[in-house]
């Protein structure tokens, strides 16, 4: 199946984290060299993700993260630049009252 934030709707990956979260991963393997089209692309991608956790497909498709706390992570090869991090701080006040925590992380 096709990964990454060049495919918005696709879930890239769905792990438990040792500290007891419910971690889904984004992945970004393309230097931020278009950053209109990554821009877009990761807007979708972070709308797909909410509403797969918000409207409870999650936690269908997974059962026994129903009770775990959510963090949604950007996994980049390289650090975003500053346009992606403002977006990034955007997206965690937004999902903040959901619960769902937002970073980005260097793979």
């Known amino acids: 199946m096709a990964a990454g934030v060049r495919f918005p709707k696709t879930i890239d990956l769905v792990t438990k984290t040792p500290d007891g979260k419910c971690s889904l991963k984004m992945i970004e393997d393309r230097p931020w060299s278009s950053?209109?089209?990554?821009?877009q692309e990761?807007?979708?991608k972070i709308n797909h993700y909410v509403e797969y956790v918000?409207?409870?497909?999650?936690?269908?498709?997974f059962p026994s993260v129903a009770r775990l706390p959510v963090e949604i992570v950007l996994q980049c090869t390289a650090a975003p630049p500053p346009d992606v991090e403002e977006a990034a701080a955007r997206a965690a006040a937004a999902l903040a009252p959901y619960g769902i925590v937002f970073r980005?992380?260097?793979l």
């Open 54 to 61: 918000v409207g409870g497909q999650l936690t269908r498709d």
């Open 104 to 106: 980005w992380e260097r």
């Open 35 to 39: 950053l209109d089209l990554q821009m």
């Open 42 to 44: 990761l807007q979708d």
